[in-house]
């Protein structure tokens, strides 16, 4: 399989079955995709995935064909209708196993069990497919059947413990704890799920004439535990429980500037030294208040505000690197789209749509040199049922369009 460059890709000839909605499993399935993996999206009929529904959509009309949630998710995928609370609809799970060599999907265990995505049934299709399920917390231990969204996946990682901090924390200290924005938790999931379906790839391709699948186990809570270890390590190891006051409460953290917001981030006190001597030296701090911000941190933070609110992002970004101060500007997702770093790397694709039409979408977040990403368009609802079903399975017209009237698909 090759892209539209004709170039090579990463997972030629790598066939997978995504039965997964909203976020984790479809962004672990569009990583595939962009490697060059052909997938198949198999959506409920009528409605669809449910991201379909979520938008954000042109004009804030909803449209189906037209959610920025959908398109983004399901780049390079093919759509088929498939439903498996119908008995036909499991049937044709089976034979659809039979023919792929992965299937990526989102449901606990007792859940994937009555609609006969567990690993034995598909395992019995086809001993050699890879099942690659990412769930809320595993597919094993006392919570693995239970149901949850990202902000309770997120809140299970303890992070959202630690939350709010900077100038949040600082100006509503007694705010209840909150969820990361932009469903980060959910994505860190799709992504660990995808490494992980790619090492079960690679041990499938070295294990030659014994190719037999085996079950890629992927829990939101872990994956979100795993990029915030710090605080359990310090509860293991020095018995401090963390909390946003031990953790950030310190001089610093999101600071106006005249065009908008940076972040001080003063961890030692050499950056706090260096940061009096870049705003020469005023005479309402010292480096003793640096050291105990828990007193004198409130009262730092409201000369800190007035002072950096009179110069400019760029300003306060260059001059505070230039005194070895951590400062950094936040950017508007205005300025990101338009910024010339990811523009110079050809981050950004314009791909046309026969719905939403020619819309530029972010890459993959890694370049390869020898076999580049792909990216192709997000497909309609069932766009590709004639293909899969009567070009992969043998199925005449006349039959698929019973297993419709039958609501199979």
Partial sequence: ????????????????????????????????????????????????????????????????????????????????????????????????????????????PTNAAAVGLDSDSLLAANPDVIVTAVTPFGSSGPYADYRAGHLAAFHAGGEGWLLPNGLALDTFPDRPPIVAGANMGDYQAGLTAAVGAVAAVYHRLEAEGNRRGQTVDASAQEAQLSVGYMPIQRHESEGITEDRFSRYFRVGGVLPASDGYVELLTLESRQFDGLLNFMGNPDWATSEMFRDPATHGPALNRHLR????????????????????????????????????????????????????????????????????TLARAPLLGEHNAEVYCGLLGYAALELAALGRAGAV
């Fill in 1 to 108: 399989m090759t892209n539209a460059n004709s170039s090579p890709v990463a997972l030629p000839n790598l066939r997978v079955l995504e039965v997964a909605s909203l976020i984790p499993g479809p962004y672990c399935g569009k990583l595939l995709a962009s490697l060059g993996a052909e997938v198949f999206k198999a959506e409920p009929p009528g409605g669809g995935d449910p991201s379909r529904r979520r938008g954000p959509f042109p004009d804030d009309v909803p449209h189906p064909e037209r959610s920025g949630l959908f398109l983004y998710l399901n780049t390079g995928k093919k759509s088929i209708t498939l439903d498996l609370h119908n008995p036909a609809g499991r049937d044709l799970l089976r034979q659809l196993a039979a023919q792929v060599d992965m299937v990526v999907h989102d449901r606990t």
């Fill in 306 to 373: 007035e002072w950096f609110s009179r110069h400019t992002r760029e300003w306060l970004y260059a001059e505070g690197q230039a005194h070895g101060v951590p400062i950094s500007p936040y950017y508007t997702p205005a300025e990101v789209f338009q910024s010339p770093q990811q523009r110079q790397r050809g981050f950004y694709t314009e791909v046309d749509h026969p719905e939403a039409g020619s819309l530029e979408y972010t890459g993959a977040p890694f370049q390869l040199s020898e076999t580049p990403t």
